[in-house]
């Protein structure tokens, strides 16, 4: 499906004004497709690869965050709990190629919007960071 699919565009078009989402992975392949994909249907992207440049990238205004579970320097998790405490509103989907860290039912009691096993399908990602933004 292409950025100009009517099943991106529409829901993304009732957004008052662009959205920003910052993407933690240290995968650079993953944040690259997401970065280009988000920004081609008008979300501002900002990227971090690890705990310690998402908490200085989450200083800035951010309205969403994809946020892998494992990184270099710890558990995403303990990002997840700090972004809430910080900014309850702002929605966080967590990303994790490990099926086994945790279920999708202990990341949403943590707090995070929803939970994305990778490999995953680039358009339901871009559809979930979507409503994300609009609920």
């Given at each position: 499906m292409n950025p100009s699919s009517p099943?991106?565009?529409p829901l993304f078009a009732h957004l008052p004004l662009p959205h920003s989402v910052l993407i933690v992975e240290d995968e650079?392949?993953?944040r690259w497709a997401l970065r280009a994909r988000l920004?081609?249907?008008g979300f501002l992207v900002a990227e971090a690869v690890d705990l310690a440049t998402a908490r200085e990238a989450f200083l800035s205004p951010i309205d969403l965050v994809l946020l892998d579970l494992r990184l270099p320097d710890g558990n995403g998790i303990e990002l997840l709990a700090e972004f809430r405490t910080a900014r309850p509103k702002t929605r966080v989907i967590v990303m994790t190629a490990h099926g086994?860290?945790?279920?999708?039912?202990?990341?949403?009691s943590a707090g995070?919007?929803?939970?994305?096993?990778?490999?995953?399908?680039l358009d339901?990602?871009?559809?979930?960071?979507q409503r994300a933004a609009v609920s």
């Open positions: 099943h991106i565009l650079f392949l993953i920004s081609s249907v086994t860290d945790m279920t999708e039912a202990e990341v949403t995070a919007y929803a939970l994305v096993h990778k490999p995953f399908d339901h990602v871009v559809r979930l960071t």
